[in-house]
């Protein structure tokens, strides 16, 4: 552990060395935003500009970062955020990400279209899990979906609002990728000069989606990824919510939302908690920072419910800077796959031990001796 942060003591490192050791398609995918990447640069910018206070003369102190969210106690409060396709960014993704999870206490967000199986991930997050939904437009496939991640042992239902329609994505256009990746000679090209990760698909077999396989005849199979967008998505509404919150017995999060009204309806149709989130860039480039848009919810939302935070978060310092502004608990997207592509498997402990390595050094800093006192620490707040 001390060696890795020796070498790795940032995500930038793991960024690096990530970007060297995965084929450009798949680099793509998980780097790109959409558009021009002016939201992913929104984000990191808005985020940067939060400056925080120090109060010193505090004597010694060890600041206290567990935090508890719906009644399960978490080591820190930052999670692991949702990702689809996540064994074509890394062969044998998900299971790393599921066992960080375990180990380190944190939550880890499973993706309706990662590419295992609630089966699988839900016993391996060991009680960390939660599940992601992209809405099914067949109830049928959604009230199975969602019995088979409560029977798995998922404790929190996430529900993702922000992809009312695929995003253009001009950068993975261009990129080419497919699901299941077209074998031919331009990807064999890629992988050959990357042979980590050939290596892994060798031993993973290329990725699938496994939660979503047993609803696809074998004839769809071909076009998987046809599927996928034509039956998931762009059903969301309130309605809708409110039928999901009939079928799930536990805690539902709304993730995606950037506008107040919008928090406050969610609430009203049964959610739980609120994750402010711009999908990290990658749904509208004109959208606002995430960060951005979390005071305005916070206000209308934040004395009633857990508002939780994604998109842009690099640092622990980050984590800090979204915890002043008020969040409950703060995600990771591409941070925890940077450590994964990096590193393998034990990139994803890592990645996690930098942020909170970072946290609680910005903590202790800044005089801060739980997370509560973080939003004493922001600069300018009347
Ligand atoms: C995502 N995100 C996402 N969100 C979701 O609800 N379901 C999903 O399947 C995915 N898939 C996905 C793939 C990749 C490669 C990325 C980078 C992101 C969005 C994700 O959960 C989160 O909102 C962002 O990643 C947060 O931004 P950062 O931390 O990556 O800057």
Avoid at 17 to 46: I, M
Avoid at 280 to 293: N, T
Avoid at 309 to 317: K, T
């Amino acid at each position: 552990m001390a060696a890795l942060m020796d070498r790795y003591p940032a995500i930038s490192d793991l960024e690096a060395r990530a970007k060297k050791r995965v084929p450009h398609f798949a680099w793509e995918y998980l780097a790109s935003g959409t558009g021009a990447d002016q939201a992913v640069e929104r984000n990191n910018e808005a985020l940067r500009a939060i400056t925080l206070t120090p109060q010193l003369l505090k004597g010694k102190f060890d600041p206290e970062i567990s935090t508890t969210l719906f009644g399960i106690e978490y080591a820190a409060p930052i999670g692991i955020a949702p990702i689809g396709l996540t064994g074509l960014i890394w062969p044998g993704a998900d299971a790393a990400l599921a066992t960080a999870a375990a180990d380190r206490r944190i939550p880890y967000c499973m993706s309706t279209v990662s590419t295992t199986s609630p089966e699988d991930a839900g016993p391996a997050s060991k009680g960390m899990g939660w599940f992601q939904l992209y809405p099914p437009r067949e109830k049928g496939m959604r009230t199975d979906l969602i019995e088979r991640a409560q029977k798995a042992g998922f404790t929190t239902l996430v529900v993702t609002a922000d992809v009312p329609a695929r995003s253009r994505r001009e950068r993975q256009v261009k990129a080419r990728i497919r699901v299941p990746p077209v074998i031919g000679p331009k990807l064999i090209a890629q992988a050959a000069i990357h042979p980590a990760w050939s290596m892994g698909v060798l031993r993973n077999g290329l990725p699938r989606f496994r939660a979503l396989e047993k609803y696809i005849d074998k004839a769809t199979m071909r076009n998987i990824a046809g599927f996928v967008g034509a039956s998931l998505g762009g059903t969301l509404s309130y309605d809708y919510l409110a039928e999901v919150r009939s079928e799930w017995r536990g805690p539902i999060v709304v993730k995606g939302i950037l506008n107040a009204d919008d928090a406050e309806r969610c609430l009203d149709h049964g959610a739980d908690a609120i994750q402010v989130s711009n999908h990290g860039g990658r749904q509208l480039d004109g959208a606002v920072a995430a960060i951005d848009a979390l005071p305005a919810i916070l206000d209308r939302v934040g004395s009633r419910v857990p508002v939780l935070f994604d998109s842009g978060i690099r640092s622990g310092l980050d984590v800090a800077r979204a915890l002043a502004v008020g969040a409950d608990f703060v995600f990771c997207g591409r941070a925890f796959l940077f450590g994964v592509a990096a590193l393998g498997a034990p990139g994803a402990g890592h990645a996690s031990d930098v942020l909170v390595d970072g946290l609680t050094n910005v903590m202790a800093q800044t005089g801060c001796r739980q997370l509560a006192d973080l939003p004493l620490r922001l600069t300018n707040t009347s």
